[in-house]
């Protein structure tokens, strides 16, 4: 459809047409004037020099019009062969001009070349150093980050990201790590303040449970043995197990500390070496995974890591985006000081452009020959007829001075010889 623009450069070729056929129409009369001045006889010898250079104005004028015209209709309506070019030929002018794109500009080396020659790692540099840019940068991350998360469905996440896990835990042998955690906790005596918390909680709960203790011992006793044994016998040993247990929580160097370290040594080392323990260890652990609950746990994790990275791109004072902008900054500075680093950019982005261009060049150039293919012929040349048609009207001007000035040679140089 044509637009304002196109309707307005419409108008400028009418008035170019009307200038060239109002000079084709000039020269016309000019040559009947000449022509009959020369037979009258009272023109002398300038009538047979006009009209010679008009006759000649008007056939370069003509001949011009011919061919300006033959490109966008056929002269006159009539069938004459190779008119009408740019209606008839528009498929292959699409084409020719996709190949002409394809060969001339979307060349691996022309667009390599094109692309050193702008400097783009500098430009990124100088550009990403500027504090406001690298907040703009920053915003426009944040904002695409909030919106993919917003499109991401939870449930959809929530899989993907429970599968994975899963399935990298059931790959991963977890034994040797544990054992080699275990080992360090347990040289560093990292472990102690668990066993004294252990014992601290088990002192407490004997104090509070001693008749349930009691009871458990009497309920053990052959029936056959009399109450006051029972009794005796149960609040024995619930005063040594409540000895032991204190004593083990207030003396560090209580010899069944000793015994834990040393099962928590072996332990750790059988975690790492013996077959049997990293068996037993990968058994239980698939175990835990393929419960239920675990299984849950995994899933909405997800929840939890949406609703931290949502809350740090909302807040502009958050450590997510004071580090990403920091991070940019400092790029920018690099990228527009070092050289080593400007080449390596450079060479990536190329080297991108360069294999989308190579690869996808058909496509590329089919979107010309596909959108000229699917031009009305009409219509396309009368748009193209508004944007060129005024220069080109000034092609059938210049014919005419052109045609009359050689016309007037040729006369003269007849006329010379012929004297």
Excluded at 336 to 346: F, N, P
Aim: overall charge neutral; hydrophobic content about 45%; charged content about 25%.
């Amino acid at each position: 459809m044509f637009n304002a623009a196109d309707e307005e450069r419409q108008r400028g070729v009418r008035r170019m047409k009307t200038t060239a056929t109002g000079l084709l129409v000039l020269v016309a009369l000019v040559y009947v004037f000449a022509t009959w001045a020369q037979h009258a006889g009272g023109g002398g010898g300038w009538a047979g020099y006009v009209a010679a250079a008009a006759e000649a104005g008007m056939v370069g004028a003509l001949a011009d019009w011919f061919a300006v015209t033959a490109l966008f209709r056929r002269p006159l309506g009539l069938p004459i062969p190779h008119t009408a070019i740019i209606p008839t030929k528009k498929d292959q002018l699409g084409v020719s001009l996709g190949e002409f794109v394809g060969e001339n500009f979307l060349s691996a080396d022309v667009v390599r070349t094109r692309l050193h020659a702008l400097g783009i790692g500098g430009r990124v540099g100088a550009w990403l150093a500027d504090p406001a840019h690298a907040d703009r940068v920053t915003d426009e991350l944040a904002t695409a980050l909030r919106g993919a998360l917003t499109v991401l469905r939870d449930s959809d996440v929530q899989a993907v990201v429970g599968e994975a896990i899963t399935r990298r835990a059931e790959t991963a042998e977890i034994a040797p790590g544990v054992g080699k955690t275990l080992e360090r906790i347990v040289a560093d005596g990292g472990h102690r303040r668990a066993v004294d918390l252990v014992c601290v909680k088990a002192h407490d709960w004997l104090v509070t449970h001693g008749e349930s203790v009691m009871d458990a011992v009497q309920g053990g006793a052959p029936g056959w043995t009399p109450r006051f044994v029972d009794r005796k016998i149960g609040d024995r040993v619930y005063k040594e197990l409540l000895r032991f247990v204190t004593e083990m929580r207030d003396m560090p160097h209580h010899p069944a500390r000793g015994a834990v370290d040393r099962f928590l040594s072996d332990f750790a080392a059988d975690l790492q070496s013996d077959t049997d323990t990293r068996a037993r260890v990968e058994r239980l652990k698939s175990e835990v995974l393929a419960r239920g609950e675990v299984q849950d746990i995994i899933a909405s994790a997800w929840s939890a890591v949406r609703s931290m990275i949502l809350s740090a791109a909302e807040d502009e004072r958050s450590e997510l985006r004071l580090r990403v902008r920091a991070s940019l900054l400092s790029l920018g500075s690099r990228l527009a000081t070092d050289g080593r680093l400007q080449a390596k950019v450079e060479g990536w982005i190329e080297g991108a452009v360069v294999y989308v261009v190579t690869t996808y060049r058909a496509e590329i150039t089919s979107l010309i020959t596909d959108t000229v293919a699917g031009w009305d012929a009409e219509h396309t040349s009368r748009k193209i007829e508004a944007h060129i048609g005024r220069d080109l009207q000034f092609i059938r001007i210049n014919g005419t001075v052109v045609g009359a000035l050689a016309g007037l040679l040729i006369y003269t140089v007849s006329q010379a010889l012929g004297a």
